[in-house]
């Protein structure tokens, strides 16, 4: 039945994808920025997908300290990995655009910034669990790191944001620069293709994280034998 | 206040431990020194350009020679099962953070106080002319740093390159309140008072301190018994 | 979008103005721009899903010998 689900949501997500693809070719320029502005479609949603991520790290974090059921650290580390992939999509996707529109492969933009260390931050969490290997500290000590992780990101944004204020970017450009109406929708129907992605990302890695952790069991059984 | 006593019992016993080998802080001292002076040959001390980046300099300085105070100051309790003791003692994790980030505040602002005026020399600069807000921020930043950091040395006490994951974990975190530190350091370094510009970076200094404490005081008790 | 492809080129049979030959590079650096990014995006996707894919190999065939050993010291017990 869960198999049944992933395939359907994969799927959808990979219609959807195929339509936007088709959409955003058709679409009407960006006025100041051109062709490259349909980047967008790829580096918005994946950095809004990879942040929402992030919000369910911190929950199942929670949860796991709560209720110690290692489901909800399967889930945290499935969510942060597959979110770690995205951030990386949204941070190449935006060293892309600043190249193209700023001449240089990174401007220190706020956002992009912030981005970078978030995925510093989360790369430590993946870390930190490999240097673990009792699994019920492996997931305390982790579910710990992500909540002061979470923390830490809107005080990492606004500091960055603040900080970029008093220096001034190299040419003023504004991001999002003047958005065409008409692009909203697409870009919502590809956010939510992304999001499904996402979601079958994490429910794969999910299955895996549950499935690593019988095959310790039944190592722990075979050896005890 | 039987919570407050039961802190600076432990926060006495660690300073008086480390007063008597003078380990820890003789190493992080002289750590702060010979990097100041290999940062002295990096950008050269009597441009006036280096000035602005003092800040900086100075919270790398510091960072780095504070992270050894922190790795001691659990892994002290390794030997001799003393770790075992301290869990064992009937007084709630927070008591155990609250008196070794306190410990580990007083020596960080030791190795802070001994950095400052080796900086003014090699690099001619009269730091003291914003004094006492230049204390704050230096209080407030080094009290961020130790809390995060005194909770990452219990969560990284047993764990096998712990030299390596203390820092690795701890500076992520670190980065806005550096880049808050810095930016006042440098500015009140070279004289200039906090305006109401840089009064948003002493209120960012607040916020994390105040966020990052309050976790740190609800999870080392699970950090410890994790 | 075709038509921004071939604007430029008319332009070009028009009269080989240095400001049109900059105007070409530029929309041309920017399509390209677009098309790596696309392709970073997608590749890095792929190389993440791959990972997963491998993953999911590797922990099946250990399942498989876990479970013949389990049964094997079964049997023999």
């Given at each position: 039945m869960r198999q049944k689900v992933m395939i359907g949501m994969l799927a959808l997500a990979a219609i959807l994808l195929a339509r936007n693809l088709y959409v955003i070719s058709i679409l009407p320029d960006e006025v100041n920025q051109g062709q490259i502005f349909r980047i967008i479609f790829f580096h918005v949603p994946a950095a809004i997908a990879a942040m929402t991520g992030s919000a369910v790290a911190l929950v199942a974090s929670v949860l796991f300290l709560v209720k110690k059921d290692f489901i909800y650290d399967s889930l945290a580390v499935a969510v942060t990995e597959v979110g770690l992939a995205f951030l990386a999509v949204?941070?190449?996707?935006?060293?892309?655009?600043?190249?193209?529109?700023?001449?240089?492969?990174?401007?220190?933009?706020?956002?992009?910034t912030s981005a970078l260390v978030c995925w510093v931050l989360y790369a430590g969490y993946l870390i930190l669990r490999q240097a673990l290997e009792e699994p019920t500290q492996r997931a305390t000590f982790a579910a710990v790191y992500s909540i002061f992780a979470f923390a830490d990101v809107p005080i990492v944004y606004f500091s960055i944001r603040w900080w970029r204020t008093i220096h001034p970017q190299p040419v003023f450009f504004s991001k999002?620069?003047?958005?065409?109406?008409?692009?909203?929708?697409?870009?919502?129907?590809?956010?939510?293709?992304?999001?499904?992605?996402?979601?079958?990302?994490?429910?794969?890695?999910?299955?895996?994280?549950?499935a690593q952790r019988e095959i310790d069991y039944l190592r722990r059984t075979v050896h005890a034998m | 206040m039987r919570f407050l006593r039961q802190v600076m019992v432990i926060t006495a016993k660690d300073l008086r431990a480390e007063m008597r080998t003078k380990e820890a802080i003789n190493a992080s001292i002289a750590f702060a020194i010979v990097i100041l002076l290999i940062l002295s040959f990096a950008f050269d001390p009597t441009e006036d350009t280096?000035?602005?980046?003092?800040?900086?300099?100075?919270?790398?300085?510091?960072?780095?020679?504070g992270t050894l105070v922190l790795?001691?100051?659990?892994?002290r309790e390794l030997p001799n099962?003393?770790?075992?003791?301290?869990?064992?003692?009937?007084?709630?994790?927070?008591?155990?953070?609250?008196?070794?980030a306190l410990s580990n505040f007083v020596l960080i602002l030791a190795i802070e106080a001994v950095a400052l005026p080796v900086f003014g020399i090699f690099y001619n600069v009269r730091w003291t002319r914003q004094f006492w807000p230049l204390l704050l921020v230096q209080a407030l930043g080094t009290w961020g740093f130790t809390a995060v950091g005194t909770v990452f040395s219990a969560l990284t006490v047993n764990i096998r390159l712990r030299e390596v994951m203390l820092p690795l974990l701890v500076y992520p975190l670190m980065i806005p309140m550096l880049l808050g530190a810095m930016l006042l350091t440098a500015q009140l370094v070279m004289g200039q008072p906090i305006t109401g510009d840089s009064v948003v970076w002493l209120r960012l200094l607040f916020g994390f301190d105040i966020i990052f404490t309050a976790l740190a005081l609800v999870l080392m008790e699970t950090v410890l018994r994790g | 979008m075709t038509i921004h492809f071939l604007m430029p080129l008319a332009m070009l049979l028009q009269s080989p103005d240095d400001a049109i030959r900059d105007e070409i590079g530029r929309l041309q650096r920017n399509f390209q721009g677009l098309i790596w990014g696309f392709v970073a995006a997608w590749v890095i996707l792929m190389a993440y899903t791959l990972m997963i894919v491998l993953r999911e190999r590797k922990i099946r065939r250990e399942m498989e010998r876990l479970k013949n050993m389990v049964e094997d010291t079964g049997k023999k017990s």
């Open positions: 949204n941070l190449v996707t935006g060293s892309i655009w600043a190249r193209v529109i700023w001449g240089v492969w990174w401007a220190w933009d706020p956002r992009l999002t620069g003047s958005f065409p109406a008409d692009w909203s929708a697409a870009l919502r129907l590809n956010l939510l293709a992304i999001f499904l992605f996402y979601a079958v990302l994490t429910m794969i890695r999910l299955r895996q994280e549950q | 280096t000035r602005e980046i003092s800040g900086g300099l100075l919270w790398i300085v510091f960072t780095f020679a790795n001691r100051s659990f892994a099962d003393c770790l075992d003791g301290l869990l064992a003692a009937p007084v709630p994790g927070s008591v155990l953070f609250l008196g070794k | -």
